[in-house]
């Protein structure tokens, strides 16, 4: 009786152990595929006749994706493209052939392409493993900005980029000694001009940072957002450069700021006031700077606050560098979810898409 | 054969395991060594800048996000850098060329940066 009882026992943890072989895998693979974005789903197919896209077409999602531009992680490469994401941007690499590499692969099967941004200010360059170019601070002449812009603006079309970050036109570099052009708000704004003429002369979209200015004078050591007063020099490069109708894309700045604009104690690029001032002037790509950062993260509650306050502001592009294709994903649902409640005013997501997709050279319906 | 006892051991090692992927895939995160490594670093986070013969300090949330973006990432330098009359003690270079900026962090920025998410 005993052994028979005993047998049994035996028997039931032979079948529990076989269910948790099963489940354990099963479970495995998922967590896994989720790692990898697998789960994430399909965005419908575009249909693009004559280079003309119909907004109707697209989902809300799909619109939203557009309005998000994402590190080019190669290995993330298949949910990023699912997602039908705005852009890719793109961190140093060993050699030009990876640039190209890496390009291809993300714009191959794309009806609406990826921007591809990266960051070439010269001291900041992430091609200096095999290409220099000359800091801003050593540029004096707006013959030599022009030039600099043309040799790098034909060096980022020749490896598919679309959008340059930069120049910076902040004024005084206290903390890198290199990052801005010398000189008083008038010669930084000639200087700039000159060398966003040359950049956009080679069809690559320049991007004047950090709207509203005195990023490059704020020594914080410390893990929040840090603020500061905006004089009327300060705006002075941003003003001109719009007045002039050069510049294509502005990028703002996290500092919460105070004076001649007023962000309201918010980080300038989740401020509606900050943004809807300057597209009163403006009708260029207003994008935000990465939103990723930890002291932007920090200053929210939680992180579906920070994306529908950044959202909400009105910005037409979002800088969202979370490796995370998940994360990227359910930033995108959260957003769907606001405009679907009326939190959002789907409009508003419309008006910047048909900015985003003109810049990308369609016709808009 | 294997005895019952061990098949029943087996089957709570399995359990566990299958628990511990049920919560990865709801996102649960559990505190990993680095992150104990953070807290229990007694120093204060460090981020240096450098281009040419100037260096200053810039916050770790930057710092963070320049780092990750480095082609050259997390190189050992164990160093004393002099900067404004301190002396400040570094363990890690991130650089992509040294004719562009430079960045030397201590381990606690560099926990700091890791735990948050950053590619350093």
Known sequence: ?365 | MVSSKTIITINIALGITAFILVLSLLGVTIPSVGNALYVLDPNEAVCITNYKDNYNLISTDLCCTELQQQLVKGEESNQVINMNNQKISVNKHYYTSTNTINYFINNKAYHYCKNNGFLV
Request: hydrophobic fraction near 40%.
């Open chain 1, 1 to 365: 009786m005993k052994k028979k009882r005993g047998g049994k026992k035996s028997l039931v943890a032979l079948y529990v152990l076989i269910f948790l072989l099963c489940l354990n895998l099963a479970l495995g693979t998922l967590v896994v595929a989720k790692s990898r974005g697998l789960l994430i789903p399909r965005q419908p197919e575009l249909v693009i006749v004559d280079n003309t896209i119909d907004l109707k077409q697209l989902t809300l999602e799909q619109k939203i994706a557009q309005m998000v531009i994402v590190l080019g992680v190669q290995y993330y490469s298949e949910p990023l493209k699912k997602m039908q994401l705005g852009g890719i941007h793109l961190h140093a690499m060993q050699g030009e052939e990876q640039f190209q590499e890496i390009v291809g692969h993300f714009q191959e099967g794309m009806k609406i392409p990826f921007f591809v941004t990266v960051d070439l200010e010269g001291c900041v360059n992430p091609f200096a493993n095999f290409i220099k170019f000359s800091a801003v601070s050593e540029i004096n002449e707006l013959g030599q900005a022009f030039e600099k812009g043309k040799k790098e603006g034909q060096f980022l079309d020749n490896l598919g980029v679309s959008i340059n970050f930069a120049p910076v036109v902040d004024l005084n570099d206290e903390i890198w000694n290199c990052r801005s052009f010398p000189g008083d708000s008038k010669m930084v704004t000639e200087l700039a001009n000159a060398y966003i003429l040359g950049m956009q002369d080679e069809g690559i979209i320049a991007t004047a940072k950090h709207y509203p200015g005195k990023t490059l004078v704020i020594k914080d050591p410390h893990n929040y957002l840090a603020a500061a007063e905006i004089t009327e020099d300060d705006l002075y490069p941003y003003e001109q450069l719009v007045e002039k109708e050069t510049v294509k894309a502005i990028m703002v700045s996290h500092l919460i700021t105070y004076g001649k604009v007023n962000s309201e104690g918010k980080p300038s690029d989740a401020s509606k006031r900050i943004i809807n001032e300057l597209r009163e002037k403006f009708d260029g790509l207003i994008i935000t700077d990465e939103i990723n950062m930890l002291g932007m993260k920090n200053f929210y509650s939680d992180l579906d606050t920070m994306y529908l306050e950044v959202f909400k502001a009105g910005p037409d592009i979002i800088l969202n560098f979370n490796k995370d294709p998940n994360e990227i994903h359910r930033m995108i649902r959260i957003v769907a979810g606001a405009v679907e409640q009326g939190e959002i005013d789907e409009s508003r997501i419309d008006t910047s898409v048909r900015r985003i997709l003109e810049a990308k050279g369609f016709k808009v319906e």
